[in-house]
């Protein structure tokens, strides 16, 4: 058993330290930030039709 193993010693496998980030990481951060983006400025836009566009006017009853 030990003639076995006696061969397999050059068999090791070596896994490389990842560099940069994983191109899904960046697909979701890029996703995130337009997401962020697109409702903060939905927000600013409408608290900025809060103060200045005039209240709506209601219909008048039809009884």
Avoid at 15 to 27: A, F, R, T
């Amino acid at each position: 058993m030990a003639d076995q193993f006696a061969d397999s010693t050059n068999n090791v496998v070596i896994e490389e330290v990842s560099k940069g980030l994983n191109p899904g990481m960046i697909v979701l951060l890029v996703v995130a930030t337009f997401l962020l983006l697109f409702f903060v400025g939905n927000y600013a836009l409408y608290v900025y039709a809060q103060k200045t566009l005039p209240p709506r006017k209601k219909k008048p009853d039809q009884n």
